[in-house]
């Protein structure tokens, strides 16, 4: 049996060459995991290409982290509002859906995505989207390579939104008792006009917490942090109740995505679960049942054999 | 050309008599969209009034190889929706129920006739609304908007459609039906969804549509600004992005178009080189902190003159004129071309000056009107149609500008779509490589190639032998210029 190799390629042009490579010869590939006869990395694709502070757009190559591109754009008032657990690249982002409780209000990788250029098997290299905030131009590959699990293709460059950074942040936690109270809380956020930019819910049955980010100009903070009080109780609270939330993430096998109105059901089925009550995502710690309807799951595979017609990526 | 009349006869037995149309007249209003240049008879028109009946439709074709296109309001402005000879039209105008209301998730479910407009008015009044909000908002179905994932002045706080469709129903080309998303946001998987919402129709038929509704904001202000060009006006937008505002909208109007939409409906625009208009929408708080510094900015850009809304009546009227700048066209010039296309917001004084030359260059007025918060241009070529050569000339020059827009790393189009009109033109922007991935995609949905046919892709058909120059793509550019 042949052993397994390693591919650490620094241009697009030699992540190409590998994967025709190893296509050529039959040999499967896996990105940054085990499995494949060639084992991926793409920590040499980590440069910054351009960041365009005025047009609050930025295009990385796949390999960067999240910490190494936040700290470039943090010099610029700026980010990727993106904020998983770890320190994953931003190919990983993409790939494996990844976000944090910043999604409420920002958006999952694919709403953040404008561009991408990929490698698939064969070595073929191709981009879509673009690089401009808005573009209807030929079909959006950037989003289909969302949560794609990198047996699609292969990441190389992503062209991404940004936002601005905000002035001022507060965190307001809220003692939870049971689901309908998780639900009554969550509905008061929901029907309210509070502009949170996460509402997280630490489920643990009677030792529930729901914890809100507000962020935006010092004044505008500090009115809403007042208005979310008097709606819903609790007290303010320092940052670590999202450290908190990303290590409960991250520890989490599963997740699941559930219409927010059954978000009591939902946590009926969990005895703990970290929840984004109002995105319908929980973070369960055992690995999920699959949630893909039949119908959708034999289009994800017409797709895969389309683009990784020998079965390449594992 | 027509279809045999035992395969009408399959129709109407699938359907129904009284949703099959087949008289040469009424399949003339089936002949184009909103870009009227494009016109091609369909064989046969059906109206659907299920998915049930839907799928038996999109069979049918299938069974007998039959080019079809889904038609909503057909307000389409890139012919996405002109029929292939000999194929048939499937309007979706039947379709038109909102089927859930779920205001507690968020949610609303509507079958793709519904228009635009009808979804904010079923939930205004418990305080919710739709936010991408198209010009043809009142007229636009859904379904088109899924399938051009339409944008509108407020998308560039808010997003695109693609980012307030959490699941589809649709009708695969062959005939099967998928369910793509859920009521829940991210669900495991490739993003189907994602990217069949932009597709142009030419992936399936979507039969069922669950959209995001998003609370009213606490505060919306609207600003308007009077600058002594379109430079200093795009000068204000630059300061306002620097200054990490996040506006719900700002839209540039020039002298041109401001004339022509101030004579039409009398908005009571201040005479000027330009207008900007600004919208910031809510915390109250935050909208006051921000809105004072976006006046601010305005003023040390070298605004002449700055309003903000009183009230919902002056804001309306603020917008009155912008929403008509389209339309008020026609009092100055007897016929307009609107381009559609895209720069980095960086560029847009650098652009709008290399479009005026070129209106001088090709002796035509270009009006400009755009969205200029997020450099979507729409670049309004005047002309005459009865002056010998004009037409040509237009067309050319709008051309140009698009030429432009690549030139500088933007985009072929920001809404109204690539439809049959930009096909040949997609080379510009997309390698061969590039665009050979895309067709990877959609034979994966649809390997006959029956689903809309002749849009989106340039064929030799329809551009002729000689593929258009290739530019490289703005990511390779940004990268090292690799390319295979």
Same mark, same amino acid.
């Given at each position: ?7 650490? !390629? ?30 991926? /990395? ?123 950074? %905000?002035?001022?942040?507060? =965190? ?23 502009? %949170? ?24 903070? /500090? ?42 059901? =939902? ?21 999920? !049942? ?18 990784? %017609? ?5 | ?105 968020? #949610? ?112 919306? #202000? ?84 700055? #309003? ?134 959609? #034979? ?41």
């Amino acid at each position: 049996m042949a052993s397994v190799s390693r591919a650490e !390629p620094r241009t697009v042009a030699e992540a190409a060459a590998a994967l025709a490579e190893a296509s050529r010869e039959g040999r499967r590939v896996s990105i940054e995991r085990a499995g494949g006869d060639v084992v991926l /990395s793409t920590r040499g694709l980590d440069r910054v290409l351009e960041h365009e502070a005025g047009d609050l757009t930025a295009t990385v190559e796949a390999g960067i982290r999240l910490s190494a591109l936040s700290a470039r754009l943090a010099a610029a008032g700026q980010m990727l509002a993106l904020d998983p657990p770890g320190d994953p690249t931003i190919g990983a982002c993409l790939a494996g859906d990844l976000s944090g409780p910043r999604r409420h209000r920002y958006g999952a990788p694919r709403d953040l995505v404008l561009g991408v250029t990929v490698v698939l098997a064969d070595g073929t290299v191709a981009s879509a989207g673009g690089k401009v905030v808005k573009n209807v131009a030929g079909y959006d590959l950037g989003k289909l390579f969302c949560g794609s699990q990198g047996r699609l293709g292969l990441i190389v460059r992503v062209s991404l939104r940004l936002h601005p950074r %905000p002035a001022a942040e507060r =965190t307001l936690v809220v003692p939870v008792g049971s689901t309908e109270d998780a639900y009554r809380l969550a509905q008061l956020v929901h029907g309210s006009t509070l502009v %949170p930019s996460a509402v997280d819910l630490l489920w643990r049955g009677a030792e529930s917490r729901l914890a809100l980010l507000l962020e935006g100009s010092e004044r505008a903070v /500090s009115a809403q942090v007042q208005a979310a009080r008097a709606l819903l109780g609790g007290e303010e609270a320092g940052a670590g109740v999202w450290d908190e939330s990303r290590a409960w993430q991250e520890r989490s096998r599963g997740r699941i995505s559930f219409p927010p109105r059954g978000l009591v059901q =939902t946590l009926g089925l969990y005895p703990e679960a970290l929840a984004r009550p109002l995105i319908g995502s929980a973070y369960v710690v055992e690995p999920a !049942p699959d949630q893909v309807e039949a119908g959708a799951r034999g289009l994800a595979e017409r797709v895969r054999a389309a683009f990784d %017609p020998q079965g390449t990526f594992v | 050309m027509s279809l045999s009349p035992e395969l009408v006869r399959a129709f109407e037995t699938a359907l129904g008599t009284g949703s099959i149309i087949r008289e040469p007249d009424e399949l003339k209003t089936y002949e184009c969209d909103g870009l009227t240049g494009y016109r091609v008879v369909p064989a046969l028109v059906v109206l659907p009034r299920s998915t049930r009946e839907v799928q038996a439709a999109v069979r049918l074709c299938h069974a007998h190889v039959l080019p079809f296109v889904a038609r909503g309001a057909g307000t389409g402005l890139s012919g996405g929706a002109v029929p292939e000879a000999g194929g048939v039209v499937i309007s979706l105008a039947r379709m038109n129920r909102i089927l859930e209301v779920d205001l507690e998730s968020g #949610r609303v479910t509507v079958e793709p006739g519904v228009t635009n407009l009808a979804v904010t008015q079923a939930v205004a009044p418990h305080g919710f609304y739709y936010a991408p909000d198209p010009s043809s908002q009142q007229v636009c179905t859904i379904g088109g908007n899924v399938a051009e994932n339409s944008g509108g002045a407020h998308c560039l706080k808010h997003g695109f459609t693609v980012n307030h469709v959490t699941a589809l129903e649709v009708v695969l080309p062959g005939g099967e039906i998928a369910y793509l998303g859920g009521k829940g946001l991210d669900p495991p998987g490739p993003d189907l969804l994602g990217v069949f919402i932009g597709s142009e129709g030419t992936l399936g038929i979507a039969t069922r549509i669950t959209l995001r509704i998003l609370r009213k904001p606490e505060t919306v #202000r609207t600003l308007l600004a009077g600058f002594g060009s379109t430079s200093a006006a795009g000068a204000a937008v630059s300061g306002v992005i620097a200054a990490g505002i996040l506006a719900g909208a700002m839209e540039i109007m020039d002298r041109l178009t401001l004339e022509a939409a101030e004579a039409s409906v009398h908005a009571g625009y201040p005479a000027a080189g330009a207008i900007l208009i600004v919208e910031l929408d809510g915390n109250a708080v935050q909208v006051e902190d921000d809105m004072g510094r976006v006046e601010e900015i305005c003023r040390s850009s070298g605004a002449t003159e700055i #309003r903000i809304a009183a009230d919902d009546a002056e804001r309306a009227l603020f917008w009155k004129g912008r929403k008509a700048a389209f339309a008020a066209m026609g009092r100055v010039s007897h016929d307009y071309y609107v381009q559609d296309g895209v720069v980095p917001r960086t560029r847009l004084t650098e652009v709008l000056e290399r479009i005026a030359a070129l209106g001088r260059e090709y002796g035509l007025r270009v009006g400009n009107v755009f969205h200029a918060g997020d450099g979507n241009l729409h670049p309004l070529v005047l002309y005459d149609r009865r002056n010998a050569g004009e037409p040509e000339r237009a067309k050319e020059l709008a051309e140009a500008i698009l030429e432009i827009c690549i030139d500088v790393g933007g985009s072929l189009t920001g809404e109204h779509g690539i439809g049959a009109d930009k096909a040949c033109r997609m080379p510009l922007m997309f390698s061969e490589a590039d665009l050979e991935t895309m067709q990877r995609l959609r #034979r994966a949905f649809d390997p006959d190639g029956l689903c809309n046919p002749g849009k989106i892709f340039p064929t030799p058909r329809l551009c002729g032998e000689v593929p258009g120059p290739y530019r490289a793509h703005p990511l390779e550019l940004a990268g090292l210029g690799e390319r295979f």
